[in-house]
């Protein structure tokens, strides 16, 4: 029988450690990166233990009588220790369940975390979504990534790029200054989507502040002005683009092109390397064909990011 204790701030240290040791976590679950939004959720995140020892962590939310995991994040789920047994992910779910119904949730939003981010095979909890908790996809995301050591050849079109960027004179710099590459990305969102990026750039500056080798600004520049970029989130097992944008000069000299080709280079040691999604509705529906054409042009291919739900 797991002993399920509610998080709270004074065991941030003990959830951090957890996570950074366990099978499937990213820094994305670290208290110091999701707590920079603590404002917006109703942090309702438990801590399974058996027999004193910590066994899963479950990053959550309150919305309603709906228990979700977690909207404020890319993906969540069940955190799990290399030690948990499917056997006890049935178990484990059970209680769960029993235990949300005592605290009058009538309804779990669980949003998985993509097989790619697993350091060991870790989808206990999905056979224990379907079989114990009769859980279904509600959305189904449709997202690119490349297996870097696969070699698989770039499109012709994406070579170019790379070609005419390189003979222009556009170079490509680290940076630890964020602002002109925002400025860049908030009118391109604006401009194409009437959006704004996820993040402000007060809020990225401080969590690269706090995650300085998990996030990370290449920067195209073109007579020392900033024409494209990319922001990296950078986990043990996949090199994830969170923004890439560019001027409309830095489209037209391949900026994004020779990005990507010096961003496979210095990565090329890591298995993968996720474009991230492509769609344009909350349920997975509306595929961007045009992004996936050119995320497809630098090897990519598809991964289904999931969001299951149930009720109690």
């Given amino acids: 029988m797991f002993e399920i204790k509610r998080y709270t701030p004074e065991q941030a240290d003990e959830w951090n450690q957890f996570v950074a040791a366990s099978k499937n976590g990213t820094f994305l679950f670290d208290r110091r990166y999701m707590d920079y939004h603590a404002d917006r959720f109703e942090d309702h995140s438990l801590m399974f233990y058996d027999d004193g020892r910590l066994m899963a962590v479950l990053p959550a939310h309150k919305s309603g009588d709906t228990l979700c995991s977690h909207n404020g994040l890319t993906y969540g789920g069940l955190v799990m220790s290399p030690r948990l047994t499917v056997v006890q992910a049935l178990q484990l779910f059970r209680e769960l369940n029993d235990c949300l119904r005592g605290d009058g949730f009538r309804h779990v939003s669980y949003k998985c975390i993509p097989w790619i981010y697993h350091r060991l095979s870790a989808e206990e909890d999905l056979y224990a979504l379907y079989h114990e908790c009769r859980a279904r996809i509600v959305a189904r995301d449709f997202a690119t990534n490349v297996f870097l050591s ?132 909350p349920d997975g529906s509306g595929l961007n064909e045009q992004l996936v054409f050119q995320k497809e042009g630098f090897g990519g291919r598809g991964l289904c990011y999931d969001i299951y739900e149930y009720d109690l």
């Fill in 150 to 281: 696969g070699n698989m050849r770039w499109e012709r079109v994406r070579r170019r790029g790379v070609a005419r960027a390189q003979k222009a004179g556009v170079s490509i710099e680290c940076s630890d200054d964020y602002s002109a590459f925002w400025e860049v990305l908030t009118q391109n969102l604006q401009q194409k989507y009437g959006v704004k990026p996820v993040h402000t750039l007060q809020e990225i500056e401080l969590l690269h502040g706090r995650f300085p080798e998990n996030i990370r600004l290449y920067q195209a520049v073109k007579d020392g002005t900033v024409v494209g970029g990319v922001v990296l989130y950078i986990t043990p097992q996949v090199v994830h683009a969170q923004y890439s944008s560019a001027t409309p000069e830095g489209k037209k000299l391949g900026a994004i092109d020779l990005l990507y080709n010096r961003i496979f280079s210095d990565f090329g040691n890591y298995p993968y390397f996720d474009f991230g999604r492509s769609t344009e509705h």
